[in-house]
């Protein structure tokens, strides 16, 4: 908890009110967890992934 308290001191959100602080921590970690999911679903479904350009290959 104390390298939250860390974070949270030295960024922009210190002295905002509680709710802004959790909002954006809890928004930050929603993206977080996203980009680690897409990762992950790209790494497992890379072999019948196949990327095609449009009216390149016709």
């Known amino acids: 908890m104390n390298v939250m ?11 905002m ?14 993206i977080s ?5 897409m990762l992950v679903l790209l790494l497992l479904n ?3 992934i196949s990327v095609t350009f449009g009216y390149l290959y016709e």
């Open 46 to 48: 890379m072999t019948s």
């Open 5 to 15: 308290y860390q974070i949270i001191e030295q960024s922009s959100l210190h002295g």
């Open 17 to 30: 009110p509680v709710w802004i602080k959790a909002f954006a921590i809890a928004l930050f970690a929603f």
């Open 33 to 37: 967890l996203l980009l680690i999911s």
